[in-house]
């Protein structure tokens, strides 16, 4: 089974006590408001949805319960790094080599 | 007027138990439980109506006389209380606290499964590694067994608590039991 680090367990955990919770950082709008249709759709509905490297949110939902942010090569399956909500998006040049590679 | 009967919730597993020369699997004893989150902000008022400092070190519990407290999450443990002369006092305590406090007794119930294949046992529905390295004793974690959610909880070698939903304590009876056969 694929192990996956939980930033807030501080552990790697059986990847069935995990749920994907689509691309991450997206900032939510400031005054949805005064949006145009096709902005909020963009912001909305539009993701990148990338071969390769990805940042993706994921929630620790049978665990800690906790959303937190993970980089994932879609073609591999291989989690680059996994990272607390609200931190830095890490530098995907890094990655590979740097912590956190696995 | 009528004399106001309260109702009791009797565990669901009462005077059943399981037991062969490697495995041992019985309903735990009546508690009381209280979903508590608090932020860090908190954690040293509730020092005092504890009567302990709440485990901040992820996975790790603190038992003291009666009352025990699970980390489940960064801002999320379950105490449990198995001395019933003490839970209103405690719960009017916290209420006084900026915290969420939600008594889930009558939701959850509790098995106690022990013996030398406890470890085997437990993981033909749990796929966490349990040896002693990894999940030592007072090492606490919600995680799945099958198809529902559970927390477990190591209290001792070979001795574990596993603290489930009062109406999926059937289907973790059954699967725990059909594991145990495997065994002795
Ligand atoms: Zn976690």
């Known amino acids: 089974m694929l192990l996956i680090h939980c930033p807030y367990c501080e552990e790697e955990r059986p990847e069935v006590e995990f749920a994907g ?21 963009k912001f909305f509905f539009i993701r990148d949805n990338l071969k390769g490297v990805n940042y993706e949110r994921w929630r620790h939902i049978h665990g800690c319960g906790r959303f937190f942010n993970a980089v994932r090569d879609t073609v591999s399956d291989k ?24 | 007027m009528a004399k106001i009967k309260m109702a009791l919730a009797r565990p ?14 019985e309903q735990a004893l009546p508690a009381s439980r209280v979903s508590l989150r608090a932020g860090s902000n908190e954690l040293a008022e509730l020092t005092k109506p504890l009567g302990f400092k709440l485990p901040t070190r992820p996975g790790t519990s603190k ?18 209380n198995s001395n019933p ?15 969420s406090n939600v008594d889930i007794s009558h939701r959850n119930t509790a098995i106690i499964i022990s013996g030398k294949a406890v470890e085997d046992v437990l993981n033909a529905g749990c796929p966490r590694d349990l040896s002693l390295d990894a999940f030592p004793p007072g090492s606490c974690s919600r995680t799945l067994f099958g198809k529902i959610e559970i927390i477990l909880w190591r209290l001792t070698d070979d001795r574990f608590h596993i603290e489930v939903w009062r109406s999926y304590s059937e289907y973790l009876w059954a699967y ?9």
Not at chain 1, 23 to 37: C, G, T
């Open chain 2, 176 to 184: 725990l039991l059909d594991a145990a056969k495997d065994t002795g």
């Open chain 2, 85 to 99: 002369k003490t839970v209103s006092a405690l719960m009017e305590k916290l209420d006084t606290i900026k915290c």
């Open chain 2, 63 to 80: 038992i003291k006389s009666s009352l025990s407290a699970l980390w489940l999450g960064p801002d999320e443990w379950l105490l449990i």
């Open chain 1, 21 to 41: 919770a689509g691309e991450a950082h997206i900032d939510r709008p400031k005054d949805m408001n005064a949006m145009s249709d096709a902005e909020f759709e």
């Open chain 1, 79 to 102: 989690f680059l790094t996994t990272y607390k909500s609200g931190e830095k998006k890490p530098d995907p040049a890094k990655l590979k080599t740097g912590k956190g590679a696995k």
């Open chain 2, 12 to 25: 669901p597993h009462e005077g059943r138990r399981f037991a062969n020369t490697a495995i041992s699997i």
